[in-house]
């Protein structure tokens, strides 16, 4: 059973940067594709990046490529969302998800079994 814990939101103006982490626990982190979703206010979660096991391939939303970039850092147990200039629609609730099954790609929150609790972005204009 993993543990996810994130950290690292807050309120930022239009245009700033933010690193989102999230530590792992009760598992062996190196085997889990790891991946971060997110859910506005009044809307569905909605997938937001992915990382493969080693790190080597990562997938990022197409409408947020080229801003928010996903690592990790095995050694650590840690995984990061980094997020550039950021908007006010970025606005939402950020989650760390870990899923044994995660492949390349976009994920599908409905059948990613591990969650952390979220932390909160706000993004004012």
């Known amino acids: 059973q993993v543990q996810l814990v994130e950290s690292g939101g807050g309120l930022v103006q239009a245009g700033d940067s933010l690193r989102l982490s999230c530590a792992a626990s009760?598992?062996?982190?190196?085997?889990?594709?790891m991946g971060w979703f997110r859910q506005a206010p009044g809307g569905e979660r909605e997938f937001v990046a992915s990382?493969?096991?080693?790190?080597?391939?990562?997938y990022t939303s197409e409408s947020l490529m080229g801003r928010f970039t996903i690592s990790r850092d095995n050694t650590k147990n840690m995984v990061y969302l980094q997020m550039n200039r950021l908007k006010p629609e970025d606005t939402a609730l950020y989650y760390c998800?870990?899923?044994?099954?995660?492949?390349?790609?976009?994920?599908?929150?409905?059948?990613?079994?591990?969650w952390g609790q979220g932390t909160r972005v706000t993004v004012s204009s």
């Open positions: 998800t870990a899923d044994p099954k995660g492949g390349q790609g976009i994920w599908y929150w409905p059948t990613v079994p591990y």
């Open positions: 009760g598992g062996t982190f190196s085997t889990y594709p």
């Open positions: 990382i493969t096991r080693s790190g080597d391939n990562t």
